[in-house]
Every structure is written in C-alpha cells, then in structure tokens.
C-alpha cells in the first residue's frame, strides 16, 4: 500500500520522535487536549530546522468553534506568515460560517497568504452540516487535502462516511482519515474507508521528572509526547496489515 502517515507532533521533541519512527510527514501544533492550537514560533523554527520530513503547521488560533472573526483572521494571517518565512511545507487551516459551511472568502484570504505551502484543510469539516457540499467547496479553494474522522468520534466510527468522501473525491482532494488511529487499527481503518492518508498522534505519557510536587499534580504529572515505537508499528501495519498488533497507547 503507497500510504502516508502523518503524525500531529505538539512539541519539537515528538516531531523528531515522529521523523525517527518512519512517519511521512508531521503537522506541528500546541495543546492537543484542546483539539491543537497554533505552536509558538520557536518551535516552528527549531522544527524547521531539524526535521527533514515535510513540516506542516497547524494554525488555530483559539479552541472551540471555527467561526472567526476580524481579529482571529488577523491572528491566524499572522501565523501562517511565520510559516512563509520559516519555510515551512504547508499549514493546517479551516474556517466556518455561523450556518455550518466551509466559510470560503476567509479561507481563501488564508490560502492567498500561504502562497506556494501545501494546505490541508482541517477538522473543521467535521463540524459542517452538509459534507458533501464541503468537500467540493474545499476542492474549490485548492487545498491538498481534507483531515476527517467522519464526523464521528473516531475514523474507524466515521469510516462509512469516509469512503463516501474518498468516491466523492475521486483523486481531486486527498481524504486523510484521522482521530482514534493506531497500530492496531489503522490496517482496518484503511480497508474500511479506501483512505491513503492517515494522521495519528501516537502519543504515550512520560512521567513527571519534577522531584517535590507538593500535590501540584497539573505541573507535575508528565508531559504526552509521541513515541517512535508505535509510530514504527503503525508504519508497519500499513505495509504488511497482517502483523499489526494492538498496543495500549492513549490517543
């Protein structure tokens, strides 16, 4: 299977995880817990400098919703300028209007200030009413590709619907399935939905190193970071989906 693997890194530390576990390519962002924000712009540079897979940046300004305004457009402009001038790949962007649909005349300002970086359009998708109707307006802007899990909790419960979008794409937007993939799931996800693209944030809790917590345990409970095992595995699994084995690994 040509597939490709892309690792959602919140740090630098699990972006060089990702590029020595095998993965495709990584798409760098901050706070996973809250759906991922943008990085700061030292991580971007130093990510930059050190990776030599491609390097997407997630740019999202805050959590919640995708309905932006004014200023959060400027904010967002902002970050993907960074990106231009870091060189970065590309970046990871979405916007909706307050009706549910991709709200194209911001996405497209976004898109005219990436110039020549990839753009993938993220999990906004999956909060918009009529999917099929957002997957041509995304085909529309130009993006590279569509992160989805179906409009579902995970990929592998969205999965029927994925396969719909992959038919509906037919080649002219790439579907990458996301949320809920591991390695002993993402052969099944890739069967079941026809996808070639997969995001993962393969990530495992290290323990805390601080050495007197005094009950501080939000400041000193460890930090998740990518692993480069389960990242192997999971490459593993896509070439030869009969020695995929379960891990326990959060997601």
């Known amino acids: 299977m040509n ?9 630098v530390a699990s972006a060089l995880a990702a590029q020595a576990g095998g ?11 809250l759906g991922g924000l943008t990085p700061a712009r030292a991580s971007i ?9 491609p390097l997407y940046v997630l740019i999202r300004p805050r959590a919640g919703h995708f309905v932006y305004d004014e200023l959060e457009t400027e ?10 001038l ?9 916007a909706l209007d307050a009706d549910g649909n991709v709200d194209s005349a911001r996405c497209r300002m976004l898109i ?10 993220h999990r906004a998708f999956d909060c918009t009413r009529d999917p099929a109707q957002a997957l041509e307006d995304i085909i529309a802007l130009g993006c590279e ?17 994925i396969r719909q979008l992959v038919e509906q794409a037919h080649g002219r937007v790439g579907v990458m399935a996301g949320a809920g993939i591991n390695a002993g799931n ?9 996808a070639r693209e997969f995001h993962a944030s393969a990530k495992r809790l290290l323990p805390g190193a601080a050495p007197h917590p005094h009950g501080l345990d939000d400041m000193t409970r460890g930090e998740w970071r990518s692993d480069a095992q389960e990242i192997r595995a999971m490459m593993q699994a896509l070439q030869s989906p009969e020695s995929a084995e379960p891990r326990e690994y959060a997601r």
């Not at 590709?145 to 619907?161: C, K």
């Open 75 to 84: 904010v967002m402009l902002d970050g993907i300028h960074t990106c231009v």
């Open 145 to 161: 590709r569509v992160l989805t899990s179906g409009q579902r909790t995970s990929a592998a419960e969205g999965a029927p619907l």
């Open 3 to 11: 597939a490709t693997l892309e690792i959602a890194a919140n740090s």
């Open 86 to 94: 870091l060189d970065c790949d590309g970046v990871v962007i979405g």
């Open 186 to 194: 993402i052969a099944a996800v890739a069967a079941a939905t026809g």
């Open 45 to 53: 540079a130093l990510a930059r400098e050190r990776l030599q897979v």
């Open 23 to 33: 993965a495709t390519r990584v798409e760098l962002c901050n706070a996973l817990e």
């Open 112 to 121: 005219d200030a990436a110039g020549k970086l990839g753009v993938t359009f």
